[in-house]
């Protein structure tokens, strides 16, 4: 439930449209609803602004259709990531407004959020084989009501394409850079820009990249001032950090 839902169960309430019993037992399941294999917190939007998210990997079909079932009774929309393709078809056999995005194994069930108002978040790759990563994270933050600009193929071994875009992504409020390999390309663009950048290893890469731990390492040693790290292929939790830092932005 969020501050809305709640706010109306409070006027209904006051105006006496809904009795004391009906009032709490719409607010029943607050803080978390227990499913017996999950306990959905309601209660988390109303904490920090965001509804708990679906993280699908490693959930049955059946699993993510109860919850999702559940979630609907509180929010409007739902965000699912790591969804596979078979998981994916099941839910759109049970709700008819499943979007799937395949690339980025991530769905939104419900209408997309539409943006608000303020600047934008730039999602930048290194290479074509970074854009599944990109591409969850791009996602997520226009499902937090963010402006995304994507910039894609643009690593370190052709500097050029990044520097053809260089007003674009000093215009953004944060910015979200996905590389493998090496993962050099936070620290040029960190190097270029006077917004926070929040890098993204990823695990695409040879066998000395052990699955993107090099790439992780030379991030956590970024000489550039202003990067964050998050964990390997974590292109969620980049563009909710990303959201919040674009958030305080549009509220300043």
């Not at 609907?72 to 969804?83: E, F, G, K, Q, Y």
């Not at 419900?110 to 084989?129: D, E, H, L, R, Y």
């Amino acid at each position: 439930m969020d501050n809305d839902r709640l706010q109306q169960v409070l006027i209904e309430l006051a105006e006496g449209k809904i009795s004391v019993p009906g009032a709490l037992g719409r607010l029943r399941n607050l803080p978390y609803e227990d499913l017996g294999y999950a306990k959905l917190d309601h209660h988390r939007a109303l904490r920090t602004g965001a509804a708990e998210v679906i993280f699908c990997q490693g959930k049955t079909p059946e699993q993510v259709i109860g919850i999702v079932e559940r979630l609907r009774a509180h929010h409007d929309s739902i965000l699912a990531t790591r969804l596979s393709a078979q998981t994916a078809a099941r839910l759109a056999a049970t709700f008819p407004d499943v979007a799937y995005h395949d690339l980025a194994r991530l769905a939104v069930i419900g209408p997309m959020p539409k943006p608000a108002n303020g600047g934008t978040i730039a999602v930048v790759s290194a290479g074509t084989a970074d854009i599944p990563v990109a591409e969850e994270a791009a996602l997520t933050a226009e499902f937090y009501r963010n402006r995304v600009q994507r910039v894609y193929d643009v690593g370190v071994a052709g500097i050029h394409r990044l520097l053809g875009n260089l007003p674009l992504l000093q215009s953004a409020n944060a910015l979200i850079v996905v590389a493998g390999m090496e993962g050099a390309l936070p620290s040029v663009v960190a190097g270029l820009v006077s917004r926070p950048v929040i890098a993204v290893p990823t695990s695409v890469g040879y066998g000395a990249s052990f699955g993107g731990v090099a790439a992780l390492l030379t991030m956590l040693n970024s000489c550039a001032s202003g990067v964050g790290v998050v964990n390997i292929d974590n292109g969620f939790g980049a563009a909710r950090l990303a959201s919040l830092i674009n958030e305080q932005g549009r509220e300043g």
